[in-house]
C-alpha cells in the first residue's frame, strides 16, 4: 500500500514570495491534514479536510495561507505572502475517516525556508 | 482546551540499557486516545504505540510499554533494550473525540554504543 506522498520535499523562497505544497493521501482516506511543525516543536494542525469539506481550520492564518482537497483526493497548501515565521516543516496526513479511533499517516513533509 | 506537556527535552540512554520518556496532558473530556511518535532526522513521522483511554490495560508492542496513568493524566512511555535506531525525536499525542491530535513539544533520545 502506497504511504502518504508529499512535494516537494524542499523549497527555499524569500519572504514576499509565494509557495504551494501538494499532497496525495493514502487511497480511500476521506480525511486530510495539514499540519505545520516548526523547529524544535511538535506539529500543530493547520487544518482538516472530510472529503472535500473543512472540518477544522481555527488555527490556519488565513490572511495568508489557503488550502484546498479538490475532488475529496488530492490537496495543495499555499501561503502568500510568506513571513519568516512560516519556515517550517508542513507535514501531511490521512486518516480513513476523521474518528479517534483511526490511525493517522504521515507523509514525509516538505521543508520550507523563507529567507 | 486540551494540552500536552513533554518535560524531558533531551534524554540520553545507553545502548540495551532501559529508558521512559515522561508526558502528561489536560483534557476534561473521559474518552481519548493517547499516542507516541517517533521523529528520526528524515521527519517522518512513525507511530509507535497507542493506548485507549477506556483500556485500563498498559498497551505494549514489543521492546516499547506505556505507564497510562488515567486520573493522575500521566503517560510514559518505557523503551527496554534500546537500540542505536531507537535515537530520534519523541512525542507525545492526544486525540481527542473530535479526531484533532494534539501533541507535546518532543523529547530528543540519544543512544550511547
Known amino acids: 500500500e502506497a504511504g502518504v506522498a508529499q512535494s516537494p520535499r524542499y523549497k527555499i523562497i524569500e519572504k514576499r514570495q509565494s509557495v504551494a505544497f501538494w499532497c496525495n493521501p493514502i487511497s480511500g482516506h476521506a480525511t486530510l491534514y495539514w499540519y505545520q511543525q516548526i523547529l524544535g516543536q511538535g506539529p500543530k494542525l493547520l487544518i482538516q479536510?472530510?472529503?472535500?469539506?473543512?472540518?477544522?481550520d481555527s488555527q490556519l492564518p488565513k490572511d495568508r495561507f489557503s488550502a484546498e482537497r479538490l475532488k475529496g483526493v488530492d490537496s495543495t497548501l499555499k501561503i502568500q505572502p510568506a513571513k519568516l515565521e512560516d519556515s517550517a516543516v508542513y507535514l501531511c496526513a490521512s486518516s480513513l475517516t476523521g474518528g479517534m479511533s483511526y490511525e493517522q499517516y504521515f507523509g514525509p513533509g516538505t521543508r520550507l525556508t523563507v529567507t | 482546551a486540551q494540552t500536552v506537556t513533554q518535560s524531558q527535552p533531551e534524554m540520553s540512554v545507553q545502548e540495551a540499557e532501559t529508558v521512559t520518556l515522561s508526558c502528561t496532558y489536560d483534557?476534561?473530556?473521559?474518552?481519548?486516545?493517547l499516542f507516541w511518535y517517533k521523529q528520526p532526522p528524515s521527519r517522518q513521522m512513525i507511530l509507535v504505540i497507542r493506548?485507549?483511554?477506556?483500556?485500563?490495560q498498559n498497551a505494549t508492542e514489543n521492546r516499547f510499554s506505556v505507564n497510562f496513568q488515567k486520573a493522575a493524566k500521566s503517560f510514559s512511555l518505557k523503551i527496554s533494550d534500546s537500540q542505536l535506531g531507537d535515537a530520534a525525536m519523541y512525542f507525545c499525542?492526544?486525540?481527542?473525540?473530535?479526531?484533532?491530535?494534539?501533541f507535546g513539544q518532543g523529547t530528543e533520545l540519544s543512544v550511547k554504543p
Open positions: 479536510f472530510q472529503n472535500n469539506g473543512v472540518v477544522d
Open positions: 493506548q485507549e483511554a477506556y483500556k485500563q
Open positions: 499525542a492526544y486525540r481527542n473525540q473530535g479526531g484533532k491530535l494534539i
Open positions: 483534557t476534561s473530556e473521559s474518552d481519548y486516545y
